[in-house]
């Protein structure tokens, strides 16, 4: 097969392609909700780290575990 006749079925595929996806509006819509969506869980993500982290929360649960072990 030339490359001639090779590139005409890869351009005719393509051009195919894109008006599939110029007929469907909502195309991009999902993957814009992901990008949302892991920004979101990032942020919640770092505040629960830096909650954690703090010297309150580690008095706490090393409070809670010499109780729950009987050491303290």
Not at 18 to 47: K, N, P
């Amino acid at each position: 097969m030339s490359v001639r006749r090779r590139w005409g079925r890869v351009r005719v595929a393509l051009t195919r392609r894109v008006h599939a996806l110029r007929a469907d509006g909502e195309a991009g819509m999902a993957t814009a909700e992901y990008a949302i969506g892991t920004v979101a869980a990032a942020s919640l993500a770092s505040v629960l780290l830096w909650v954690l982290k703090s010297d309150w929360v580690r008095e706490l649960v090393s409070d809670l575990i010499r109780k729950a072990l009987g050491l303290g």
